[in-house]
């Protein structure tokens, strides 16, 4: 049965409702705020396809499940130019995801807590490329960074940057070179079979 509800807090309901009187089946919830919710319901929840629209015009399609986020999903960010594809639970991403940037950068990878975790890679719009491990959003733990021009760095990242001991591959020499980084930087690097040198 289709019916209208108006709630005390402002919100509206129109659709199907069940034999309690709670939303059932497919419904548009218009929230006060302005945010609306057109799909479906399930004892009073949003539960499976649906889309929401927030009054910023940011936007989520994909599936619900006890009032949140939870299957697959795409999330727009309109205010932004960006948007993620990808599994959703409780609300937040988990699992594999896709983000794509405005600007043409993109990450695809594993997503816990609505963080990208794990494995990933991440593509530069200039050509560049990090493959390897995330933590927090960020490159975090072993991974390789390809540059445009050919070179490779195999190193060990922290909060986005190289840490520690890398083994760089010069593309232009066709050499492999130990280095230390710190924050990023270079602090020593010897040719593989040849000597030490300071920072170049």
Known sequence: METEIVYSNGNMY??????????????????ENGDK??????NG??????????????QYIGDFKNDEFSGQGTFYFRTLG???EGSYENGLANGAGKYFYQNGNRFEGNYSNGRRSGPGVF???NGARYVGNFENNNFNGPGKLYYPNGNILDSNFLNGLPDGLGILFSSFEKKYYEVIYANGLI???????????NQP
Do not use: A, H, M, Q
């Open 123 to 125: 593509y530069f719009t």
């Open 45 to 58: 929840k949003k539960e499976g396809i649906g889309v929401i629209t927030y009054r910023n015009r940011n």
């Open 82 to 84: 960006d948007r993620f």
């Open 37 to 42: 919710y057109v799909g479906n319901f399930k």
């Open 14 to 31: 129109k659709g199907n409702i069940g034999s309690d009187g709670l939303p059932n089946g497919l419904g548009v919830l218009s929230y």
């Open 187 to 197: 602090t020593r690097y010897t040719l593989i079979g040849g000597n030490s040198s």
